[in-house]
């Protein structure tokens, strides 16, 4: 089939978080989609967020930060904090706000699933900073997990698209990883 | 509602990839998950790939890679390529490879959109390397476009919960972004 050319494009599934950090001594919040893992261990992530975020300059003053996952029931709160600055706006009174080990990592109690993170390393880029930390606990709700593990059909993480800019919960499984490709290995020498 | 604390955990939905690059003059793809765009403008976008990987040593050669987007039908292919290595299979031999404007990265026919990118910044990291690029451009098919974009609900992207190694496919559009917070803006000063 034909491939038409397409200018660069954003369309990757990405994760629904909320970062949140200290800013001038008060906890804040913004959505950010832009996160991956990037290194298994020490278990490092890393989050992109624009130079003029409030929340960025939490992260710099302070060098912890949380990574949150609103499941479905929380989609307008999470978006509405990616509409609004805490700069004008104090976000963190639309949360029941708790803290963990690094003390500084303000977390969001409605959020099924939250990640405390020190930074490690900070990537400039042309508009945004890629934070890159350390994964120090996750915090979990007893109903979402499964013998002791995130259970993602509990917790149920939503996913963004753009450009079209939708919020998408997952849908089937579709297959095991680690595992459906094993049917190509047939006649190789192992 | 009470927290309970995990070790770090990997639970992100998380987008699945196919990434190619040229390696010792051939075409070889590995499975990716670890990607997120990270600036605007220049659309910037990384891949974390561990040091050993075959694939990250065609990056780091040519300083060309491309990201193909697979959808459901190719999910065993996609998963095949996680689980063995270019340094002993032609895993392109799998696929009908195609070139763009970068000439020496490689995408896959078979998946609906592929972006080509030129590494711009290599972050090393203990055990990965996170290849930060600029996407040139986008290949998709005719048959994913609505109105001239990819549309999410034709390419139908796939997305890899872990630890428990799913990959799954969207389902529900739960709400609109940039959007559907607004209702919290009421009686806010704007």
């Not at 200018?7 to 001594?25: D, F, Q």
């Not at 008060?26 to 996160?35: S, T």
């Not at 013998?147 to 095991?176: C, F, H, I, Q």
């Amino acid at each position: 089939m034909e491939k038409i050319r397409l200018e660069p494009t954003l369309a990757l599934p990405m994760p629904v978080t909320l970062v949140g950090a200290m800013v001038e001594g008060k906890p804040n919040f913004m959505a950010a989609a832009w996160v991956t893992r990037v290194n298994v261990k020490p278990p490092l992530i890393g989050v992109a967020v624009n130079h003029r975020q409030y929340t960025g300059q939490g992260i710099r003053e302070t060098g912890i930060f949380s990574l949150c996952l609103p499941g479905p029931d929380a989609v307008a709160k999470t978006d509405y904090c990616g509409l609004v600055s805490g700069r004008k706006v104090d976000k963190a009174a639309l949360f029941d706000v708790f803290y963990g080990e690094l003390k500084t990592a303000p977390m969001i109690r409605e959020c099924p699933l939250c990640l405390e993170v020190r930074l490690t390393q900070t990537v400039e880029l042309p508009v945004d900073n890629f934070y890159i930390g350390e994964i120090v606990a996750g915090w979990a709700d007893a109903a979402i997990l499964t013998d002791g593990a995130p259970d993602v059909t509990k917790y149920r993480p939503l996913v963004l698209t753009m450009p079209d800019n939708r919020y998408w919960s997952l849908g089937e499984s579709v297959a095991d990883a680690w595992s459906v490709g094993k049917v190509f290995k047939k006649g190789e020498s192992e």
